[in-house]
């Protein structure tokens, strides 16, 4: 009943409907002054908000007079110690959901308030910031554990940390690549697809590891790392193409799925695999034609070999 705090939550208002993104806003201060405006045979120039603690509280106690049980809850607690400020948003896209929580952190950080605290509470838009943030962490995380796996194992497999590397670079463009693609056709980052990004980099490092192996042959018998690199694509290359065209077939057709789940994870998936196939086929044999690593070049007996 603050009045400082009521001002504090109508300037709140007034800030958030200044943004493209906010189509209106709800809080109690709106039904004190429509009801301090009525009191007063609906002059106009009452459409303000109580200046004193009693004023405020006299207010409070015709509303809840002239009120049912519960018909207040959507803006204050029984005890009025808790009041919502109620924000409703144009769309629900993530760029307008990090853009509202910016500004409303803004706005607490410049607006200290004494008696009471801002906090960010629920709702839809609540809940998915929140879940923007946990996924903005874990698909960090998921990443980074992907790739380094994929490097442990890679450096093991052919006991060299190039080796390791050289996957890496391809499986990161890849997904680099397939991140692009997929914001420009307005699909972003959620729940539905981050386990895709782990399943796309297993199944895409496994092209790469068949033409390298294959090259890796091909030089310790022909002895010319151009020749090898060419029969190598020629050979394993086709089996990777045949496979990856097979199994992304098969999975595309999830982008006519009714599941948005299904429809979105086919995409990423099916976007993920084609790149990876490319990244094995075509770049990955064209670095190791020009740098010449010794993983390739010296004969080891590699476990992939």
């Known amino acids: 009943k603050s009045p400082q705090v009521l001002e504090t939550i109508e300037a709140l208002q007034l800030y958030l409907e200044e943004s493209p993104h906010v189509g209106g806003t709800s809080t109690v201060a ?11 045979n609906n002059d106009p120039r009452w459409w303000l908000l109580p200046s004193t603690e009693t004023d405020a509280a006299q207010l409070f106690g015709i509303i809840e007079y002239q009120s049912e049980p519960g018909d207040l809850a959507r803006w204050i607690n029984y005890n009025v110690t808790d009041a919502n400020v109620i924000v409703f948003l144009r769309d629900h896209r993530g760029d307008t959901i990090r853009d509202i929580i910016r500004q409303i952190k803004n706005f607490i950080a ?11 509470a ?23 554990l992907a790739l380094s796996a994929m490097f442990v194992f890679c450096a093991i497999a052919y006991r060299s940390f190039v080796a390791g590397g050289l996957f890496v670079l391809i499986l990161g463009i890849s997904n680099l690549v397939s991140a692009a693609l997929l914001a420009h056709r307005g699909i972003g980052l959620n729940v539905n697809n981050l386990p895709v990004i782990s399943l796309g980099i297993g199944f895409g490092v496994d092209y790469g590891i068949y033409v390298v192996s294959r090259i890796i042959e091909e ?3 022909l002895r010319d790392l151009g020749a090898a690199v060419t029969t190598g694509v020629s050979t394993a290359g086709k089996a990777v193409l045949y496979t990856a065209l097979i199994v992304t077939v098969g999975i595309i057709f999830w982008r006519f799925s009714p599941l948005r789940f299904q429809a979105e994870m086919g995409e990423q998936l099916a976007i ?9 086929l075509f770049l990955l044999p064209s670095l190791i034609y020009l740098f ?7 004969n080891r007996n590699s476990i992939a070999a």
């Open 122 to 144: 629920g709702g839809l838009v609540g809940v998915l910031a929140a879940a923007n943030e946990v996924i903005g962490w874990a698909d960090a995380m998921n990443l980074i």
């Open 292 to 298: 010449r690593p010794k993983f390739v070049t010296e």
């Open 110 to 120: 410049n607006q200290p308030t004494d008696g009471a605290d801002f906090r960010l």
């Open 30 to 40: 709106d039904l004190l002054k429509q009801v301090n405006k009525t009191l007063r």
């Open 219 to 221: 030089y310790r018998r």
């Open 272 to 280: 993920i695999l084609i790149l990876n196939m490319l990244g094995g």
